[in-house]
């Protein structure tokens, strides 16, 4: 009898099996069951037939048979489709690709095909991840509810591992000499590579951590530990994990891609059998939720957290749809089917746009108001029964229930896929979050949690348009703005009819000032929550607030703010402090100038600082001018979006590139690189710029550059005021001559 926490699942190839890892109460051990997965194929009957010929004859297929199955979301009606059971468990994918050629990639309807097949096993024998289980090697039984709030968790042990290499060049590269290996305090050294890896690695395998955590495991130590294994003819010994049948490899190997219009990187996926291994430095999960929160995105989304630390959000939440189809029996296509409607030039202008946006009154403002509607896309599809299947459905009177603008008919007889998924998520985050601020709770821990969630929730309003989105369709999202500017509008009506002014607002959240006040900002909230149907809460209340202009337009900028709550707490969006590529010490100088006006708590105390936030400003100037700045601080990060060679114009980025080469490091698209501008006025690539890796305290730095960037942050944050960045740079110029 087996009695423990189900931490990881992966199919055994060769011998036709799925290997579940059981953490009991002293060891974890590896159950093996038998699993033969199958796919569907759906066709005009006279093709379906043929394929049927066809298979019957293949080697590689163990049984066909005729079924009668759910194809379409939200529908009741079966379609016959062939039921295809492949002979080994390694040729799933590649029989189903086959049939897809044959078909010339349009005639044959596959599915169930592209699925994790960890996932599938576990949901098929109703398991998830990290569930508490009991039973034998033939049969586990849940003692746990997949969904519940308070569940007991495995206490994993774990350890950090790291290494250290001996540096041939400026530059660290996979090839040079590997000198230590550091597994929590504990330092391996020794002069051959091979001892020193294998030392490692038996210690490793002593103390038998669940999780290893590292810095860069996936883009450099263990690529680096393959490299010089692989020049000893000693792959095999990098058995990092607990199943001795696999030794470390990539699961998927690194690649470039593009999201929202900006060029990203993903390492390869270095993940092991039995035992987890979390990257820290690139796990976007682990950086906003921590191991709580992938622990518990995990057992509702049955994706191992392994995996899951180095997703997206949107993979997750495409995993609880496909999860939840998959429940009420339909079956899953391997292409998406739906096509976007056909629209009219004018149709397009009405229906292809965003959220409503309140154009922000630039400049000072006293106690302000800031309301945000709770998840408002969420709630909107849950509301609104907004899903794939549920826009034009053909059982509704179609006068019923029409999207604002859009009059796109909507469904009202049954729960749409993504309402039904999300209505628990929205309520699991709003309870974790309940706890968050409660002192009875781990509150560190919960908000983690609500963390966790709240991305999960951002992004599945993204997903409804995105292209590739299984369950997506353009209509859904559509119908969401639409609605969303519909509730706006209404609760700008309902702010306005109870004397307040509407300052700024932006798709889900709107600052008001008092001008004759007929309720107080809490029951405020609460008409705005009646009338809309949506829950609308008080962000906070400002002593000040400035609202920032464009700086080429001098209209409000959309998302470019700064103030001070009543609770004396700054918040500050779209300044250079907010964002990644800015070096260090312009965020710092950002900080000083927001900490003197911090100290004012009305408008005429504001402006009086003024003059004192310009000294912090001419007091950094000086420091630049002096030398007296870290040239560590100056380093500016920046994201190539291509190689060097598809450059065309020699920039700052093509020079930090051209060193690098120099090196023989070329980074890959979605890649960054740091630099310190050394001569901006140059075109030598080597006089420009300073990679970061070349660095040293008796590097130069380009003054007049790093004065020219000191004042155009003052003029973000003074702009408003009068001050523009080219009379703020003679300033500090004369500042310089005066005072230094």
Same mark, same amino acid.
Request: with cysteine.
């Given at each position: 009898?087996?009695?423990?926490?189900?931490?990881?699942?992966?199919?055994?190839?060769?011998?036709?099996?799925?290997?579940?890892?059981?953490?009991?109460?002293?060891?974890?051990?590896?159950?093996?069951?038998?699993?033969?997965?199958?796919?569907?194929?759906?066709?005009?009957?006279?093709?379906?037939?043929?394929?049927?010929?066809?298979?019957?004859?293949?080697?590689?297929?163990?049984?066909?048979?005729?079924?009668?199955?759910?194809?379409?979301?939200?529908?009741?009606?079966?379609?016959?489709?062939?039921?295809?059971?492949?002979?080994?468990?390694?040729?799933?994918?590649?029989?189903?690709?086959?049939?897809?050629?044959?078909?010339?990639?349009?005639?044959?309807?596959?599915?169930?095909?592209?699925?994790? %097949?960890?996932?599938?096993?576990?949901?098929?024998?109703?398991?998830?991840?990290?569930?508490?289980?009991?039973?034998?090697?033939?049969?586990?039984?849940?003692?746990?509810?997949?969904?519940?709030?308070?569940?007991?968790?495995?206490?994993?042990?774990?350890?950090?591992?790291?290494?250290?290499?001996?540096?041939?060049?400026?530059?660290?590269?996979?090839?040079?000499?590997?000198?230590?290996?550091?597994?929590?305090?504990?330092?391996?050294?020794?002069?051959?590579?091979?001892?020193?890896?294998?030392?490692?690695?038996?210690?490793?395998?002593?103390?038998?951590?669940?999780?290893?955590?590292?810095?860069?495991?996936?883009?450099?130590?263990?690529?680096?530990?393959?490299?010089?294994?692989?020049?000893?003819?000693?792959?095999?010994?990098?058995?990092?994990?607990?199943?001795?049948?696999?030794?470390?490899?990539?699961?998927?190997?690194?690649?470039?891609?593009?999201?929202?219009?900006?060029?990203?990187?993903?390492?390869?996926?270095?993940?092991?059998?039995?035992?987890?291994?979390?990257?820290?430095?690139?796990?976007?999960?682990?950086?906003?939720?921590?191991?709580?929160?992938?622990?518990?995105?995990?057992?509702?989304?049955?994706?191992?957290?392994?995996?899951?630390?180095?997703?997206?959000?949107?993979?997750?939440?495409?995993?609880?749809?496909?999860?939840?189809?998959?429940?009420?029996?339909?079956?899953?296509?391997?292409?998406?089917?739906?096509?976007?409607?056909?629209?009219?030039?004018?149709?397009? %202008?009405?229906?292809?746009?965003?959220?409503?946006?309140?154009?922000?009154?630039?400049?000072?403002?006293?106690?302000?108001?800031?309301?945000?509607?709770?998840?408002?896309?969420?709630?909107?599809?849950?509301?609104?029964?907004?899903?794939?299947?549920?826009?034009?459905?053909?059982?509704?009177?179609?006068?019923?229930?029409?999207?604002?603008?859009?009059?796109?008919?909507?469904?009202?007889?049954?729960?749409?896929?993504?309402?039904?998924?999300?209505?628990?998520?929205?309520?699991?985050?709003?309870?974790?979050?309940?706890?968050?601020?409660?002192?009875?709770?781990?509150?560190?821990?919960?908000?983690?949690?609500?963390?966790?969630?709240?991305?999960?929730?951002?992004?599945?309003?993204?997903?409804?348009?995105?292209?590739?989105?299984?369950?997506?369709?353009?209509?859904?999202?559509?119908?969401?703005?639409?609605?969303?500017?519909?509730?706006?509008?209404?609760?700008?009506?309902?702010?306005?009819?109870?004397?307040?002014?509407?300052?700024?607002?932006?798709?889900?959240?709107?600052?008001?000032?008092?001008?004759?006040?007929?309720?107080?900002?809490?029951?405020?909230?609460?008409?705005?929550?009646?009338?809309?149907?949506?829950?609308?809460?008080?962000?906070?209340?400002?002593?000040?607030?400035?609202?920032?202009?464009?700086?080429?337009?001098?209209?409000?900028?959309?998302?470019?703010?700064?103030?001070?709550?009543?609770?004396?707490?700054?918040?500050?969006?779209?300044?250079?402090?907010?964002?990644?590529?800015?070096?260090?010490?312009?965020?710092?100088?950002?900080?000083?100038?927001?900490?003197?006006?911090?100290?004012?708590?009305?408008?005429?105390?504001?402006?009086?600082?003024?003059?004192?936030?310009?000294?912090?400003?001419?007091?950094?100037?000086?420091?630049?001018?002096?030398?007296?700045?870290?040239?560590?601080?100056?380093?500016?990060?920046?994201?190539?979006?291509?190689?060097?060679?598809?450059?065309?114009?020699?920039?700052?980025?093509?020079?930090?590139?051209?060193?690098?080469?120099?090196?023989?490091?070329?980074?890959?698209?979605?890649?960054?690189?740091?630099?310190?501008?050394?001569?901006?006025?140059?075109?030598?690539?080597?006089?420009?710029?300073?990679?970061?890796?070349?660095?040293?305290?008796?590097?130069?730095?380009?003054?007049?550059?790093?004065?020219?960037?000191?004042?155009?942050?003052?003029?973000?944050?003074?702009?408003?005021?009068?001050?523009?960045?080219?009379?703020?740079?003679?300033?500090?110029?004369?500042?310089?001559?005066?005072?230094?």
């Amino acid at each position: 009898m087996i009695s423990g926490f189900l931490v990881d699942v992966y199919p055994d190839y060769k011998h036709d099996m799925m290997r579940l890892w059981i953490k009991t109460k002293h060891k974890t051990v590896p159950i093996d069951q038998s699993y033969q997965p199958t796919f569907y194929v759906s066709a005009a009957a006279s093709d379906l037939k043929r394929l049927h010929r066809q298979l019957s004859q293949h080697p590689e297929v163990k049984h066909l048979r005729w079924t009668m199955e759910q194809t379409i979301l939200g529908s009741m009606q079966k379609q016959k489709v062939l039921e295809v059971t492949p002979s080994r468990l390694s040729m799933f994918h590649q029989l189903a690709k086959q049939i897809d050629l044959w078909g010339g990639y349009h005639r044959y309807q596959l599915y169930n095909v592209d699925l994790r %097949l960890p996932t599938r096993f576990l949901q098929q024998h109703n398991l998830f991840f990290n569930a508490r289980v009991k039973g034998d090697a033939n049969h586990l039984a849940v003692d746990d509810d997949q969904w519940a709030v308070d569940y007991p968790s495995p206490d994993f042990s774990s350890c950090m591992f790291s290494i250290r290499q001996e540096k041939k060049r400026k530059i660290t590269r996979f090839d040079d000499p590997l000198r230590a290996i550091t597994i929590d305090d504990i330092v391996f050294e020794a002069e051959n590579e091979v001892d020193l890896m294998r030392s490692a690695i038996n210690h490793l395998h002593r103390i038998d951590p669940d999780i290893m955590y590292t810095q860069q495991g996936d883009s450099r130590i263990f690529p680096t530990l393959c490299h010089h294994a692989k020049n000893h003819g000693a792959l095999s010994m990098l058995q990092f994990g607990r199943d001795p049948l696999f030794s470390l490899h990539p699961l998927k190997e690194e690649k470039s891609y593009m999201s929202y219009g900006r060029i990203l990187h993903r390492p390869g996926f270095y993940m092991l059998k039995g035992r987890v291994h979390i990257d820290c430095a690139h796990s976007f999960f682990h950086m906003e939720g921590g191991l709580h929160g992938l622990i518990d995105l995990s057992r509702c989304s049955n994706i191992s957290f392994q995996l899951l630390s180095r997703l997206g959000p949107g993979t997750a939440i495409s995993q609880i749809q496909v999860n939840d189809a998959l429940g009420r029996g339909y079956l899953i296509p391997f292409k998406k089917t739906i096509p976007e409607r056909w629209k009219s030039a004018a149709d397009l %202008l009405t229906s292809d746009r965003g959220g409503l946006i309140f154009e922000p009154v630039v400049g000072l403002h006293e106690q302000v108001i800031e309301l945000d509607f709770a998840s408002l896309y969420p709630n909107i599809m849950v509301n609104y029964n907004i899903s794939p299947e549920t826009m034009f459905c053909s059982c509704c009177d179609h006068t019923v229930q029409l999207v604002p603008q859009l009059n796109y008919p909507i469904c009202t007889k049954q729960t749409g896929l993504l309402p039904r998924v999300l209505r628990p998520i929205l309520q699991r985050r709003f309870l974790f979050k309940a706890r968050a601020k409660n002192p009875g709770y781990d509150q560190k821990r919960y908000e983690q949690l609500q963390k966790t969630w709240k991305w999960v929730l951002i992004v599945c309003f993204g997903y409804t348009g995105y292209r590739n989105a299984r369950y997506g369709r353009i209509e859904c999202h559509e119908s969401i703005t639409a609605y969303s500017r519909d509730l706006l509008l209404k609760a700008a009506k309902v702010v306005e009819q109870a004397g307040y002014q509407v300052l700024h607002g932006i798709v889900d959240s709107l600052w008001i000032q008092a001008k004759n006040p007929k309720v107080k900002p809490v029951r405020l909230t609460r008409l705005i929550s009646q009338r809309t149907g949506v829950r609308m809460e008080l962000e906070g209340q400002y002593h000040w607030i400035v609202f920032l202009p464009c700086k080429d337009t001098g209209v409000g900028a959309l998302n470019r703010y700064y103030g001070l709550f009543i609770t004396k707490k700054m918040k500050t969006r779209g300044v250079e402090l907010r964002q990644h590529n800015t070096p260090g010490f312009f965020k710092e100088v950002q900080q000083r100038v927001l900490a003197v006006f911090q100290k004012a708590l009305d408008k005429q105390t504001f402006y009086d600082r003024i003059p004192e936030a310009l000294m912090v400003l001419f007091d950094a100037a000086c420091d630049l001018f002096d030398q007296q700045v870290n040239p560590f601080d100056l380093v500016f990060t920046t994201r190539i979006s291509k190689p060097l060679a598809s450059y065309k114009v020699n920039t700052l980025t093509t020079a930090a590139l051209t060193q690098l080469a120099r090196f023989d490091v070329h980074p890959k698209p979605g890649q960054i690189i740091q630099y310190l501008v050394s001569d901006e006025k140059t075109r030598i690539p080597a006089d420009r710029v300073c990679i970061k890796e070349l660095l040293d305290h008796s590097t130069p730095i380009d003054c007049s550059f790093y004065l020219r960037y000191l004042a155009q942050c003052g003029e973000t944050l003074l702009l408003p005021f009068g001050y523009r960045k080219d009379d703020l740079e003679r300033a500090l110029l004369t500042s310089i001559r005066e005072r230094c």
